[in-house]
Structure formats: C-alpha cells, structure tokens
C-alpha cells in the first residue's frame, strides 16, 4: 500500500517538474514585462516590419505549400511506381536537417555560385538576401510537415469512395476534388497548421540564405534575435506574439473535428 | 438494352473466367462463396477494373474490348453501383449523397430529385442526416437511391443485404424486390448468400474459383445441382406463405400454392419458411405416417440428381421442394420423375422468416 502511494507520487512529481520546466519560460514571457509595456514596444518599427514580414512570407510559403504538395502527397498515397519509398524518404529528409545545414544547402544550390545560380540568374531571379529568399527557406523546412500530414490523410481515405464517385459520374481529378478532399481535410488542415507553426519559426535556414534586413528578411524571430540585446521589452513583446499565434495553431490542430479518423496516422 | 460481359480476369490468386447476359428487367444474382471474384467481377462491370481480356457491351455501346483496346471509363458507363459497405460520402448529408450524380441539373432540380428518391424509400425525414448518423438499413437505402438517382444503364449490387442485422433484414429484403420488380434494366447482384440470390435474382449463376459452375432458377439450382458444390451452397429451401394462427406451441402457416406447414417459430402475415433437403423425409403415399415428424404434403418428383454418394430429388408441392435422400432410398422405394410420395419433416426443423 505504502509503495503503491509513493509509486503515485513519483509519477506524479515527475509531471510536475517537467510541466514547470516547459511552462515556466513561456510564462516569463508574459510576466516579465508589464503588459502595457508589451504593447508599446509593438509600435516599434522594427516590430511592426518584421510582424508584415512573417504574415506575408508564410502566408506565400504555405500557400505555394499547399498548391503544390497536395497534389504530390496525393501522388504518393494514391499510387505505387518504382522508387517510391526513396521518394517519400527524400520528401522527409528536411524534417531531420539541422537548420544551419538547411542554410548552407539553399546556398549551395540556390545561390549565386549554386547549382541553380546561373540558371536564375538568366530569368533574373534573385534570392540570396531578398524577401524571395526567405519564401523559399520557409519553403524547404516546412513542407515536410504538411506534405507527411497530407498523404497519411489521403491513405486513410476509403478508396471505395473515390470509386463510387467516378460510378456517378465523376472523372479522376473531379472525384479527388469532390470526394479525397473533403474527406482528408481535417488532417489536410492539420497538416497546414503544423507547416504554419514551422515557417514562423524559422530562424538558421533563413538567417544564413537571406540574412536579416529590416523590412526585406528580417522575420520576427530574426528581430527577436536583433533585438534582445538592444531592446530587450520589444524582443520580449515579440515573443509573446509569437507564442500565442504558435499555441492557436496548436489548438487548431488539436480542435479540427474528426481529426483523429480521418487524419489518422501513416498505415 | 443487354448487358453482355465476357471477362477474363486474374486478382488475388483467382482465374476469373465468366461469360454472361442480363436483358433489361432481370436480375442476374451471382451467389458463391468469399474470395470467388464476385465483387471483381462487378467492379470489372463498373470499369473500376479493366479486365486482362474480354469485351463488355451495353446494347451497341462497347464499354471494354480488349482485343480493339476500346475502353469507357467508369464516369460514361451509367453504371448504379450500390457497393458492399455503401461507400456514401461521410462528408455529405443524406440527400446530398443522393445528387451527387445530378451534376447536369440545376440546384433546385438536384434537390427535388433527390428527395423524391429518398421519400420514396420511405426515408423523408432523414435527408439532412450524415451517413455516421444513419442506421445500417437507411444507408443501404441511401444507398440504392444514390445509385438510381442518375437514371443509370445498369444497376450492380454487391452483398446488398449482408451488412444488415437480422431485424433489419426482412423489411430491406422486401423493398429491394420491390424496388428491383420496378426498374427497366439489367441488374447484376453479387451475394455470398443463396437465400438471398433465391429471393432477388431472376436467375442465379453459383461462382466457385472463378467460374460459374451452374446457373438457373433457386428451385433448378436446389432441386438437381451438377456438383457437390452447388448441393451444399444452395443450403436450406425456401416454401412462402402466410401463418394465419397459433395452434399451441406451433405456427400454422398456408404455403403458396397448395398445402399447409407447421413450425415451432413464431411469426404473422406474410412469412418465408427454410428447412433443409436432409431434414425432409420421404416415405411411399401410403405409408403411415410417423407421429413426431409434424409436416407432411403429398408431392410428386420432378427430378432425381444423383450427388456425390446422395441423391437429390426435385419435389413439386405447389411450389418447388427438394429432399436429400440416400441411393438406397431410392432403390427400396423406387423414386423415379413423376412418382406421387409424402414428404415429411419435423416442425422443428422448420425456421420462419418474416416477410
């Protein structure tokens, strides 16, 4: 009985010390500060460019995100070709890259000496060091997520209903709009919101691709970083934004109704 | 219009091999056990699948020949579909469901035709209801009228009736037959149930590995099987009826078409009785009568099958019978076609079904 109630306690004391460890620096984060001050530092200039500057990129990023890895998640849940393992495994692969080392590969292909240097050169497009640059950062380290989520959502979709909807009628790509859709969009949703949390976190990728100019590249947790020496309330501010907006989407995923039949997890 | 199919087919391990047609009107039931290539062959049908060979056609139009590499896709066949586990559209409500296949009309039209079919099947009330909401008979109803709301060429119904429970049953196997009795074209039923092929089909063909071994009405299909097979799948008969009253602990039913029988099941109105060849006795007109066994009509044979070690007989007594009877019986009681002889089975062996 005793060790029965000591073994309680361990457990519980464990949670405990491990729910004030996360909690506790999120909770500074708001009470360091007076909220009133908080506020103030938000007219700060550099607050106000580097708050445009996220919503913008991200906004594009996941859009281009979506527009494009939804159909290529579709790809890899609907069909078999060869290599198709290796296909998902390279899809992945930014997921595990350490975020310095996701710089130095968009350097090294997208850059002015990269791979595709010359290449955009000629159709005059220009990344290092440019808004464009940080849209494709973003891009790199935050389609994993959504393109992972996506195809576990279009595997999990009953294919006798893709086949029920071509019966009445539908081509291929009109059943996947009316039917697969629909179907996957919780974990679809999910997907979006988890790829979301990561761009606006952003930091190394998009420091050492496009650098941190006010206005052009300096993301909020670029200005965070720029900040907290100088203006330590304004970066403190900052933070706060961007922790309540990260918690939404949190909340987001977790709320999406029928999440967890129609999201489903990798089969 | 006919639906001609010649399919060769090889899935799973099975050799699908089967050549058919259904006129428009008939239902053509393929009743074998799982894992025979029903369902593919109804999915080869829909143009789900394209066959390895073979060559469907709908009146003139050729939906697949693989000797031309002429090929419909499944949105230009028509074909209602009404799949095992109904397949509805869990995002979409009810009536919804229902019009997805109107894309061509108007909204306001979709909406009516919609619920025109849903009231039809006596499911008004449920239009705006999600198919998580609704009980596995008002899917399977959802279902059917999701199929027939385009106007469909032909109608393909796979295991209609399986995922139902018994109570449910009785009511959708009446107004499927309604509904099936009332449609102007081919429909082809797949089913692991004899029972249920006996009840829809206007002709039933037995699938066993691939191929359709026999093919025929239930009573031809029951009464004189070709194989061992076909003899133990088409299980218990079926005699239909009307139990008019409770004598004790016994139901008196009047069969169709002449005769009386009794069971210790209980039931009213309109009933279907089963019991087994091998339950049913058969002894000369003038024997006497054995006391415990409760049922007894005097038939004639109409057909003598030998199968296997047994023998099956063919019994005419008002409706279609059969009896499974050793070859000695046979010998010592000289069973021959046209042979007047009472059948008698026990009240007991008798289950009723309510229509």
Redesign the interface.
């Known amino acids: 009985m005793i060790a029965r109630r000591s073994f309680q306690l361990l457990l519980g004391g464990s949670l405990a010390v491990t729910l004030a460890f996360l909690v506790l620096p999120v909770v500074a984060i708001f009470t360091h500060t007076a909220p009133h001050k908080l506020i103030e530092s938000l007219g700060n200039p550099v607050a106000t460019d580097a708050l445009r500057l996220s919503f913008e990129t991200t906004t594009i990023a996941v859009a281009i995100i979506v527009a494009v890895g939804t159909p290529a998640a579709y790809m890899l849940a609907s069909r078999s070709f060869p290599g198709r393992s290796i296909v998902i495994t390279l899809v992945e692969l930014p997921l595990v890259l350490p975020p310095a080392v996701a710089g130095i590969a968009l350097l090294a292909a997208l850059g002015p000496e990269g791979i595709l240097g010359g290449a955009l050169r000629d159709a005059h497009i220009e990344l290092v060091l440019q808004t464009a640059g940080v849209i494709a950062a973003l891009i790199f380290v935050s389609a994993p997520f959504y393109i992972r989520q996506a195809q576990a959502s279009f595997e999990a979709v009953d294919h006798s209903l893709l086949d029920a909807a071509r019966t009445l009628g539908s081509g291929e790509a009109a059943s996947i709009a009316r039917v697969a859709v629909p179907v996957a969009l919780p974990g679809l949703s999910a997907g979006l919101a988890l790829a979301w949390g990561r761009a606006l976190g952003e930091f190394g990728a998009t420091l050492m691709f496009a650098g941190s100019f006010r206005g052009i590249t300096q993301t909020v947790p670029l200005a965070i970083y720029d900040q907290f020496a100088t203006d330590f309330p304004a970066a403190l501010a900052l933070s706060a934004i961007l922790v309540a907006v990260s918690a939404g989407l949190l909340l987001a995923v977790k709320l999406v109704p029928g999440q967890a039949t129609a999201g489903g997890a990798p089969r | 219009m006919v639906l001609r199919a010649e399919l060769v087919h090889s899935v799973g391990g099975i050799e699908l091999d089967v050549t058919f047609e259904v006129a428009a009107g008939r239902c053509l039931a393929l009743a074998g056990p799982s894992g025979a290539g029903k369902s593919t062959i109804l ?1 080869l049908l ?3 699948l394209c066959p390895d060979h073979g060559r469907i056609t709908y009146g003139d139009d050729i939906w697949v020949d693989t000797a031309s590499s002429a090929w419909l ?9 009404v ?3 109904y ?1 509805l ?3 979409l409500c009810a009536w919804r469901n229902v019009a ?2 109107l ?1 061509s009309r108007s909204a306001r039209d979709r909406k009516a035709t919609a619920l025109a079919l849903l009231d039809r099947l006596g499911l008004a009330d449920r239009a705006d209801a999600k198919p998580a909401t609704l009980s596995g008979g008002e899917r399977q109803r959802v279902a059917l009228a ?2 027939l709301a ?1 106007g469909p060429a032909v109608l393909l119904l796979d295991e209609p009736l399986s995922a139902l429970d018994a109570r449910t049953r009785a009511g959708a196997t009446r107004q499927l037959t309604a509904t099936l009795r009332s449609l102007e074209l081919p429909v082809v039923l797949v089913t692991h149930e004899f029972g249920e092929a006996a009840l829809l089909g206007d002709e039933i063909g037995i699938i066993d590995h691939g191929a359709i071994v026999q093919r025929g009405s239930a009573s031809e299909l029951a009464s004189t099987p070709t194989s061992a097979f076909v003899a133990d799948f088409t299980g218990a008969v079926v005699l239909t009826g009307t139990a008019h009253a409770d004598i004790g602990e016994l139901t008196i039913v009047d069969l169709d078409g002449g005769g009386v029988a009794c069971t210790t099941d209980r039931g009213s109105g309109r009933v279907a009785l089963s019991v087994y060849p091998w339950e049913i006795t058969i002894t000369s007109a003038q024997a006497t009568p054995d006391e415990s066994a409760q049922n007894r009509l005097s038939v004639q044979i109409t057909s003598v099958t030998t199968v296997g070690n047994r023998v099956r007989l063919g019994l005419s007594a008002g409706q279609p019978l059969v009896a499974e009877v050793t070859s000695k019986a046979v010998e010592d009681l000289d069973l021959v076609v046209g042979a007047q002889v009472l059948a008698t089975w026990k009240a007991t062996a008798t289950r009723l079904v309510t229509l």
Do not use: L
């Open positions: 999915r829909a143009g789900i896709p499944p949105e230009r066949r028509r074909c209602g579909y799949f095992q586990d397949a559209f869990p995002h997805y296949g894309r999701r199929a385009p």
